[in-house]
């Protein structure tokens, strides 16, 4: 059974930084593309970072590239997303996911399984 489990997430002001932490456990992931989602209230689901498990290559959004940084450790078998210069419209609920294909896609639904989600607050 795959299980990820996020943990890091937190109450930031404007400017500052988080690492959140997502450990994959039930499967190898040697095959996967895993990455970072975000959901504010209101808003859907939004791809911010993902990274194709076995080649180490990264893929973000826009609206972090510069800010974020996604890696793995594979002996952990862990994922980290480390954010910084944190900005309020950053605020929302984090889910890591992973997908069974080595292929970083954007849309949600074509990933497999998924957290539980952590909070990330960005204070003005």
């Known amino acids: 059974q795959v299980q990820l489990v996020e943990s890091g997430g937190g109450l930031v002001q404007a400017g500052g930084s988080l690492r959140l932490s997502c450990v994959a456990s039930g499967r190898t992931f040697s095959s996967s593309a895993m990455g970072w989602f975000r959901q504010a209230p209101g808003k859907e689901r939004e791809f911010v970072a993902g990274?194709?498990?076995?080649?180490?290559?990264?893929y973000y959004a826009n609206s972090v590239e510069g800010r974020f940084n996604i890696s793995r450790d594979n002996a952990k078998n862990t994922m980290y997303l480390q954010m910084n210069s944190l900005k309020p419209e950053d605020t929302a609920v984090y889910y890591c996911?992973?997908?069974?294909?080595?292929?970083?896609?954007?849309?949600?639904?074509?990933?497999?399984?998924w957290g539980q989600g952590t909070q990330v607050t960005v204070s003005s």
């Open positions: 990274i194709n498990w076995s080649s180490g290559r990264t």
């Open positions: 996911a992973a997908r069974d294909s080595r292929i970083v896609v954007v849309s949600p639904d074509r990933y497999n399984y």
